[in-house]
Each structure stands twice: as structure tokens, then as C-alpha cells.
């Protein structure tokens, strides 16, 4: 199983990213995905998840309506696009993934497989 994010980068405040979580190994069909996220002196958060074969989502507070979470399951990669993004959403965002429990993507805190993380910086 491997996972290589990508798509970070500099945007202003406002701006837009989208990234890109690139699967190997295994079928994101049968798994769920979720993006995570690190700023420097805090901890890991969950920002989204989801379960493409049972079509469930989840958007932490912070970020719904601004991201969505997405598959495409022909490229085996999932993408999380980014809107109206603001300074606080500076971090290291990661991919992970684990095998499909029940019909959603949560808790959280039980991802096994994870991406290497791509920088996003907010800043003018």
C-alpha cells in the first residue's frame, strides 16, 4: 500500500489548492480515505473522509463548505479541492487510508496507511 500526496504550495488567502492523493497497492473502493493535517506546534487533525463505495463524506467544522473531498476511481486518487483558504490552514497535509469498516470513513483515529504529506502555506 503506498500513498503520495501532492498539489501543496503558496496561496494567498482566498486562494484555491487542489490536492491530489495517488493510491497503489490496493483499490480505493474498498478502502476509506481521509485527509489529515499538521501545523507547525500542533497536533494532527482529521480534516475529511471519505468512503467512495458507500458514498459517505465527513468535513471537519473548520472546513465545510470551503473543501471537498473526491475519488476518481479510474486513477485511483483522491483529491481534496481547497476554497476560500485562510492563513490557519497552513500545515503539512496528509493522505491515509485504511480498509473499509462498516459504511463510513470514521473515526479517524484508525487510519493505518499514510502519504509522506505535501506543505500548504496560506500567506499573502
Known amino acids: 500500500v503506498q500513498l503520495v500526496e501532492s498539489g501543496g504550495g503558496l496561496v494567498q488567502p482566498d486562494g484555491s489548492l487542489r490536492l491530489s492523493c495517488a493510491a497503489s497497492g490496493f483499490t480505493l473502493a474498498d478502502y476509506a480515505v481521509g485527509w489529515f493535517r499538521q501545523a507547525p506546534g500542533k497536533e494532527r487533525e482529521g480534516v475529511s473522509c471519505i468512503s467512495s463505495r458507500y458514498g459517505f463524506t465527513y468535513y471537519e467544522d473548520s472546513v465545510y463548505g470551503r473543501f471537498t473531498i473526491s475519488v476518481d476511481n479510474a486513477k485511483n486518487t483522491v483529491y481534496l479541492q481547497m476554497h476560500s483558504l485562510k492563513p490557519e490552514d497552513t500545515a503539512v497535509y496528509y493522505c491515509?487510508?485504511?480498509?473499509?469498516?462498516?459504511?463510513?470513513?470514521?473515526?479517524?483515529?484508525?487510519?493505518?496507511?499514510w502519504g509522506q504529506g505535501t506543505q500548504v502555506t496560506v500567506s499573502s
Open positions: 491515509a487510508a485504511r480498509p473499509n469498516v462498516g459504511y463510513n470513513c470514521l473515526p479517524l483515529s484508525e487510519y493505518q496507511y
